[in-house]
Structure formats: C-alpha cells, structure tokens
C-alpha cells in the first residue's frame, strides 16, 4: 500500500499544471466525458506499463528519443489539424475522429508522455525495488486524477467559448507542446540555424497552405448554399387557389383593401377569386325561402369547383381549431389546386357542404360575407 501511495502522491503533484491538465482540458471541450477519462486511464497505462517493463527487460530495444521527436511531430500534426476549417456534416472525417475519440485520446497521451518525467519517476520507482504492479496502478491513477482537473474546467467552458475559437486554442496548444517536445528531443547538433529556420520555414508555409485551403472552403460552401437554396426555390410548387364568395364587392373601401391585400399575398399561392351572384329574396325570413337560396346559390357554387380540386368550406358550426392556419392546412394536404368556399348571408347548402374536403370555422361569431372575404385573404399575407 505504500508503494501504491507514494507513486500516486509522485506523479500527482509531479503533473500538477504540466502539459497533462491542458490537454486533458483541450479533448474534455471536443468529446464526452467518459471518452476523455477512459482515453487518458487508457494511454497513461500503457504509457507507464511499457515505463515499467523498460525499466525490467526492455531497455536496450528502445530508443526514448526517436519516439519523444516522433510525439512531437504528432502534436504538429493536430496542432495544424485544428486550423483546417470544417463544415459541420462535411462528409470527410478529420484525423483525430476517424478513428474514434477514446483511440484518439489514448494515443495522444501514450505518445506524448514517453520519455516524460512521469514515465521517467515510474521507470525510478520499480529500479528502486518496489511492486512493478502497484508502481503501475498508484503513477497511473495520478494522472487520471491530475487528468479531472483540466476535464472539469474544460467542461466548464464548453459551449462559452465558440468552438472555432477553442478548436484555434488548441491547435496552438498542440503547436507548442510539439515544437517544446522536438527542441528537447533532437540531438543538439542538428539544432543549428540553417535547420531551425527552414523548419520555422516549413510551419509557416503549412499554416499559409492550411489558410488558402480554408478560403476555398469557404468559397465552395457558399457557392454550395446558393446552389442548393436556388434548386429549393425552383422546387416549390405553385399552389392554385380558387376562393369562391357568394355577393360582390359593393364598397369601395372593401374593394380597395381588397387589391392592397392580393399585392401581399405570398408568391408561391396563385389567388383567384371566382364571385357568384347572391339570390335576393324579400322572406329570407322563413326557412323554406332560406333552403331555396341554399339550394340556388349550392348549384352556383358546385359549377364553379374545378374537377380534382380539395375543398375547403367556411362553416359557423365546424369544429373550430385553437391553432387556426389557412397556409398550413393548404401545405398538408399536398395538393396544387384548391377550392375555398365562403358562403352567402344564409350559409352553404348541405350538397356543398357534403363535398368538403375539410370544414373550417374561423369564429363562432357572425362576420358579414364580404369582411369573412378579406380575412380570409389576408391569412394569405402571413403564410
């Protein structure tokens, strides 16, 4: 247990604000929770099992120093990675997601903690003579534990921070762990001034690239957006609207609002009002008189609905929606022609009414024909 302990207390104040917390910080922002803590426990485990086997039996068959140059270059390439503009459902997978997150966490860590003091105090712990296993189990939970730290505040400035900003954040981050990890890893003789300046060189060129590359994208996506609302627009269909009424137009000030309103109307409904003649009658009082008109002003109105035509009546006594929309109950049906009907001061007769596709009241109150007219126009205006 004490081996345990002190390998743990090692590692964990060892790590506290290292490389470690950041990049914990960095995927916490970009993947799940569990992905981030089962990546690290995962790559720090086989980071510090091949410290303890190295220090047994391995130690003449590997050399630190290549893998440590090859771990920086891999935090170049993601640090560049992170600049490469992205789509959202852009079709291509980047380099750290296509081989899933946990994958890409876990490497990131085993790779860029070889040769790194963690590995080197557990490399000690077991020369030392201690338990390779709990020297194994104690380095390794203290750097899941330092881990949480930079999970917890990443988790806490996720969604603050827009994701391209905090994408370019960690790009620097792995920009610059990469470059500090080549400088301490590359033989110094090569460390010279022809070779660092064609190297800063070849960083800037790849960032230019990586510049250009992202302007295209741009470019192409906008281009793609035009194409793609300009073939939507092409796709909407017409919608051919017979609005039937019973009586004309008598005022000027209905009719004038009458032309106001058409002018607004949406341009994917082609309106047409068809105007049948009401039948006067002195006793529209008594019933029979009423149902005459009905029947009169019906027979109108059936020889005014084309063939195949949905019919949509206005009808005091349908069932009246609390969500009321002309446009939305058009766009159900999926029709191209339709038929409204609004009836006369007396209503429909029953043979019309019987041929309704759908029966709509607007209001339980009573509207003279000529306002119902208008209003029924002018849902047409906030389709």
Do not use: W
Request: glycine share 6%.
């Amino acid at each position: 247990m004490e081996t345990l302990i002190s390998s743990f207390l090692l590692i964990f104040f060892a790590e506290m604000g290292d490389k470690t917390q950041f990049l914990a910080l960095i995927f916490a922002t970009q993947y799940k929770l569990y992905q981030v803590i089962l990546g690290i426990s995962l790559g720090i485990l086989f980071n510090h099992g091949l410290a303890v086997l190295v220090a047994t039996f391995l130690s003449s068959f590997i050399n630190i120093g290549i893998l440590k140059i090859i771990a920086g270059l891999m935090f170049l390439l993601f640090g560049f990675e992170s600049f490469i503009l992205r789509i959202e459902n852009d079709d291509k997978e980047d380099i750290r997601a296509k081989f899933g997150a946990i994958f890409t966490v876990a490497l990131c860590f085993f790779i860029g903690e070889l040769g790194d003091k963690t590995q080197i105090t557990a490399m000690s712990i077991v020369f030392t003579g201690k338990n390779p296993i709990l020297v194994l189990i104690g380095t390794t939970l203290g750097m899941i534990f330092v881990s949480l730290f930079g999970i917890i505040v990443g988790k806490i400035i996720k969604g603050k921070i827009p994701k391209n900003l905090m994408k370019k954040i960690s790009g620097v981050c792995f920009i610059t762990f990469g470059i500090e990890a080549l400088s301490k890893s590359v033989p110094s003789q090569y460390l010279t001034f022809i070779n660092t300046t064609a190297f800063s060189i070849i960083c800037m060129m790849t960032m230019l690239l990586i510049y250009f590359k992202n302007k295209s994208v741009k470019k192409i996506f906008k281009i793609n957006m035009y194409l793609k609302n300009k073939d939507n627009n092409l796709e909407v269909k017409m919608i051919n609207i017979d609005l039937i009424c019973v009586g004309a137009l008598k005022s000027d000030i209905f009719k004038q609002a009458e032309k106001n309103i058409l002018k607004k109307t949406d341009n994917n409904y082609n309106i047409k009002i068809i105007e049948i003649e009401d039948e006067k009658n002195q006793n529209i009082n008594r019933s029979s008189e009423i149902e005459k008109i009905k029947e009169k002003e019906g027979a109108k109105i059936l020889s005014k609905i084309k063939k195949g035509n949905y019919v949509i009546t206005l009808e005091i006594d349908a069932k009246q929606s609390k969500n009321l929309s002309i446009c939305n109950i058009i766009n159900e049906t999926g029709r191209e022609n339709i038929s409204i009907i609004i009836g006369g001061s007396v209503g429909l007769s029953k043979k019309v009414s019987d041929i309704s596709n759908k029966k709509i009241s607007i209001s339980k109150m009573t509207f003279p024909h000529q306002l119902m007219r208008l209003v029924m126009l002018e849902q047409f205006i906030i389709c």
